[in-house]
Every structure is written in structure tokens, then in C-alpha cells.
């Protein structure tokens, strides 16, 4: 196809009412593959979601703008031209120059709100669901975010301390 930049194909709906803006700080899990099906880089392996804020070029130009387009715990898989990946220049021996890119994605959080599955609560810090049995703990200052442990609390404070401090004020 020769059309530029980025489609963006649902494979699961999200909530469809929780987009992100601008400077959000996303939680995503991603398994990006060229063309041939070869895949480069996957978050789900290595059983942490990659984190990173949205629309300030910290990522390829086809997550600026894809991701945008998703909701809240949708799925769905970005298909996205060199121009919007990267480029001519290819990245570390494993992208190849001018090659245009597929990722399957999930937008598990956004800002510490975190996407509920099958009507359960999942940790702000590392995307676990909890069990039916396990209840995950809430911050005690804001009340919005949710965590397994203490030990995910202590490690994602300092990403949560902004937005805690604008939903106690």
C-alpha cells in the first residue's frame, strides 16, 4: 500500500471513552513484527509493559498518532510506513531501512488508570490483574490508582506523585 503514515485496525474494542491526550503517560504492551512476520521487539516476554509519554516524539511518529486513535484497553494493530517508523536509517541491526512495520498493541493505562478485565481491577505498575481472591490495594493520598504490592506502589511513586498531587488538590 502506498498510502503514509499509520492505520490503526481494533482488534479488541476498548471502553471507547478514555482516550489519551498529549503528554500523557502511557502503560502499553506491544509485539512489533516487519512485514515478513519476523518479530523485533516484544514487551510481553519480558513480562513488563513499556511505559512512555504520548505525543512528545519519545516514541515512532506511527505510536504518536496511532495510539492516540485508541481507547482504554483496546487492542489493536498499528500498520505503519517507514516515514512514521524509522525511517531510512533502521534502528539496531534489526530493523531494516525503509521498512514499514506492524505492531500488535494494548493500552493497558493511562495516567495510573488502568484498563479493567472481565470486571477486574489490574496494578498500575505492572498491568497484573488481581484474582478474585487478591484485592489490589489503593493509593492512600488519591484513591484512583491501584497496586498488587507495596513494592509496585514504592517503584511507580515517583511516575504517580504528579498526577496524585492534581487528584488530591
Not at 60 to 85: H, N
Not at 111 to 132: F, H, P, Q, T, Y
Amino acid at each position: 500500500h502506498n498510502s503514509m503514515g499509520v492505520e490503526v485496525e481494533t482488534l479488541q474494542a476498548g471502553d471507547q471513552s478514555t482516550y489519551p491526550k498529549k503528554g500523557d503517560s502511557l502503560v502499553m504492551h506491544y509485539t512489533g513484527t516487519l512485514t515478513d512476520g519476523t518479530v523485533f521487539d516484544s514487551s510481553i516476554p519480558k513480562g513488563r509493559p513499556f511505559r512512555f509519554t504520548i505525543g512528545v516524539g519519545q516514541v515512532i511518529r506511527g505510536w504518536d498518532e496511532g495510539v492516540m486513535k485508541m481507547s482504554l484497553g483496546e487492542k489493536a494493530k498499528l500498520s505503519i510506513t517507514s516515514d512514521f517508523g524509522y525511517g531510512a536509517r533502521g534502528a539496531g541491526g534489526v530493523i531494516p531501512p525503509n521498512a514499514d512495520l506492524n505492531f500488535e498493541v494494548e493500552l493497558l493505562g493511562i495516567n495510573g488508570i488502568m484498563r479493567k478485565v472481565n470486571d477486574l481491577n489490574s496494578c498500575s505498575a505492572c498491568a497484573k490483574v488481581e484474582e478474585a481472591s487478591g484485592k489490589l490495594s489503593r493509593c492512600a493520598a488519591c484513591k484512583k490508582v491501584l497496586y498488587c504490592g507495596r513494592e509496585c506502589q514504592l517503584a511507580n511513586w515517583s511516575e504517580h506523585k504528579p498526577f496524585c498531587k492534581q487528584w488530591t488538590a
